[in-house]
């Protein structure tokens, strides 16, 4: 029979594996409409993060009202980084300047200048060491099932996680908001003439991604106690691969990337030794990248 | 009043005069034909008119307001619809929401209501989406994905998702372009109901026969002007038109 040992590494390597399909999902739907990387989605991780202890060290209000104050900070951040960031580089709204590879190049750059912006003003303000949290907000109180102990913050992760994947689906396929996401990003000029306000939908397309980046950091921030300006570098680059093995524009395949980076993370840790760890996610890339080029649920699908 | 004015526009790329002083109309329910050999400038009139590239000088009123300036979406908004001549249908998405969308954006976005607003629940919407549909008969395959469809009904498909916008004004810009003579002629049978049902037209085509065919006007462009506007049978015989299309032998 299996050791509990085992069983309690795949449930460590599958909470983290949701923890990055949270990122990745925020990046993905951002770069289905757009066609660009969002470097900064790290950084919207991050200060959701300490929008959520500034919250919890002024007020101490309970932690649903943290987790929706935060996801509107998120919803905030993703507008505002969309003006400062990419809409100044749309100057013409022709499909060939929207996916244009100047376009994506510029916005590489600018994205990554706030994300640094973001980090360096954070560590300024705060120091680059750990914040403490109150000990009554941390989710990590365990939680024994048979043999295999989990905590708190397993089980609320994964229930967000899998309601934020729910709603979007529903938004994306059932409501008018979705259904103008999705023609954008299948091709912005021919929904623009037929009455659908782009530069709306993109930004409402920012803000969603950014609220689900924000409460990702909020929900990890809260499971480790560890929220510190740096928090959002590696599972922005995790989330990155995720998306980039899911085919780049596919949510589910994102998703489920996400989650074989956790396990197989949790496996490399208790199999070979936990510097190993990160060699597996970049070595899944490299194989993706070589055999895969489409990605892995990528070519013929819808985007988004 | 005409439904739409065209006065006086001419639009610079540079040194480049696209469009030079060109002065037009087309009345409510009228069939008008643009036409000219490539280059001509059809198509940067065209994105004159929609509002896709500003004007350099000169004014466009669109049911006796001014439109130039307004942002594509708001244009196609207040009744004026388009669709493409390399076709710019959503493939990965069903006929149904294919046409949705033109739903969708002709009844605006409140900001409420398009977070909120259902899709499939709202019976203004998805009546809208099947009139159209059933307008240009797709309607028995709106659960079909748009790629899976054959070039044609991808046309028409596009038509569709224009004329779930109810618009006053619908461009149809090279419908023909691709199709075959008996898809050609259909075309020109399906363009013509529309127009007798009191929807005006206006149709910028390349090749002359479809728009000689069906058009009660023509305009002729070349090199950015206007060199005819008249009845097809007034253009064909026009001296200046024959030579644009044919040059003239000195």
Not at chain 1, 91 to 107: P, Q
Not at chain 2, 97 to 111: H, I, P, T, Y
Not at chain 2, 153 to 167: F, S
Not at chain 2, 221 to 248: C, M, N, T
């Amino acid at each position: 029979m299996f050791d509990p040992y085992y069983l309690q590494q795949l449930a460590i390597g599958l909470s983290q594996g949701v923890i990055y399909a949270l990122m990745a999902i925020g990046f993905t739907l951002i770069f289905g409409v757009l066609n660009v990387v969002n470097f900064a989605h790290g950084e919207v991780y991050t200060v959701g993060a300490f929008a959520g202890l500034l919250l919890i060290t002024a007020f101490a209000p309970p932690f649903l009202v943290v987790l929706f104050v935060v996801l509107a900070v998120g919803a905030a951040l993703g507008f505002g980084l969309e003006r400062i960031a990419f809409k100044p580089f749309r100057r013409f709204s022709d499909e060939a300047s929207l996916k244009s590879r100047a376009m994506r190049e510029s916005t590489l750059m600018s994205s990554l200048a706030v994300s640094i912006v973001a980090r360096e003003g954070l560590e300024i303000a705060f120091g680059s060491q750990m914040q403490t949290l109150p000990f009554e907000y941390l989710i990590n109180k365990p939680i024994a099932i048979g043999p295999v102990t989990i905590v708190t913050g397993d089980v609320i992760i994964f229930v967000v996680a899998a309601l934020m994947l729910g709603g979007l689906q529903y938004l994306l396929t059932k409501t008018r908001v979705g259904l103008s996401i999705r023609a954008v990003s299948a091709n912005p000029l021919g929904a623009k003439y037929v009455g659908i306000d782009t530069d709306r939908t993109i930004v409402t397309t920012f803000a969603i991604g950014s609220m689900m980046g924000a409460g990702a950091g909020i929900l990890v921030g809260l499971y480790y106690g560890a929220i510190f300006p740096a928090m959002g570098f590696v599972p922005g680059i995790k989330a990155f691969v995720a998306m980039v093995m899911g085919g780049l524009s596919s949510i589910p395949g994102a998703v489920i990337c996400a989650l074989l980076l956790g396990l197989s993370e949790g496996l490399a840790t208790t199999f070979i030794s936990s510097n190993w760890a990160d060699m597996v996610a970049y070595g899944f890339l490299i194989v993706t990248l070589i055999f895969f080029p489409q990605g892995l649920f990528g070519a013929g699908r819808e985007r988004v | 009043m005409s439904l739409l004015e065209i006065e006086n526009v001419t639009r610079r790329f540079g040194g480049l005069v696209a469009v030079d002083d060109v002065t037009t109309r087309v009345e409510a329910g009228e069939l008008v034909g643009l036409i000219g050999p490539n280059g001509a400038g059809k198509t940067t009139l065209f994105n004159l008119i929609s509002g896709f590239t500003a004007l350099t000088s000169g004014a466009v009123r669109f049911k006796g307001a001014a439109i130039d300036g307004s942002k594509p979406h708001v244009i196609a908004a207040r009744g004026m619809s388009r669709t493409f001549q390399n076709l710019r249908v959503f493939p990965n998405m069903s006929v149904f929401d294919n046409v949705s969308v033109g739903s969708v954006g002709a009844m605006g976005q409140s900001a409420f209501a398009a977070v909120f607003g259902r899709r499939g629940r709202s019976d203004a919407i998805s009546a809208r989406t099947w009139e159209a549909l059933e307008r240009v008969g797709l309607a028995e395959q709106s659960e079909e994905l748009a790629a899976n469809l054959s070039y044609g009904k991808r046309k028409y498909l596009e038509i569709a998702r224009a004329l779930a916008m109810r618009p006053d004004l619908l461009i149809l810009d090279e419908p023909a372009a691709g199709l075959n003579d008996s898809e050609t002629a259909e075309l020109a049978r399906f363009i013509r109901t529309l127009n007798d049902d009191g929807l005006a037209v206006m149709l910028v085509e390349h090749d002359m026969n479809l728009v000689m065919g069906i058009c009660s006007r023509v305009v002729v462009l070349a090199s950015g002007r206007k060199i005819a506007d008249a009845e097809p049978a007034v253009v064909r015989a026009d001296p200046a038109v024959l030579e644009a299309y044919l040059g003239v032998d000195e």
